[in-house]
Nanobody, 114 residues
Framework: QVQLVESGGGLVQPGGSLRLSCAASGTIFGIYNMGWYRQVPGKEREWVASFTKNGHTIYADSVKGRFTVSKDNAKNTVHLEMNSVKIEDAAVYYC????????WGQGTQVTVSS
């Protein structure tokens, strides 16, 4: 069973940047489309961005132009570069296939505060 481990979260000021990482324990990135998701307490988990197995990137309107998703094949890792971070970007961020088909990891918390 492939495990996904997110990391890189933390405290960031509005307008700042943060880089999240998602490491997989097995081969998954070249087989499945991968997605980044986020969830705030009391709300549904929402899709944020995708890196398809064909190398295409897709973004939710709320993050388009600010977030960049990329893949590091050598490290079997997918990244989410967050720039111009807004208060509303605060959430727990997860990665999974798209659509989500693997057990959810613990996610990584992003806190946005000045």
């Amino acid at each position: 069973q492939v495990q996904l481990v997110e990391s890189g979260g933390g405290l960031v000021q509005p307008g700042g940047s943060l880089r999240l990482s998602c490491a997989a324990s097995g081969t998954i990135f070249g087989i499945y489309n991968m997605g980044w998701y986020r969830q705030v307490p009391g709300k549904e988990r929402e899709w944020v961005a995708s890196f398809t197995k064909n190398g295409h990137t897709i973004y939710a309107d709320s993050v388009k132009g600010r977030f960049t998703v990329s893949k590091d094949n050598a490290k079997n890792t997918v990244h989410l570069e967050m720039n111009s971070v807004k208060i509303e970007d605060a959430a727990v961020y997860y990665c999974n296939t798209l659509p989500a088909s693997r057990p959810w990891g613990q996610g990584t918390q992003v806190t946005v505060s000045s």
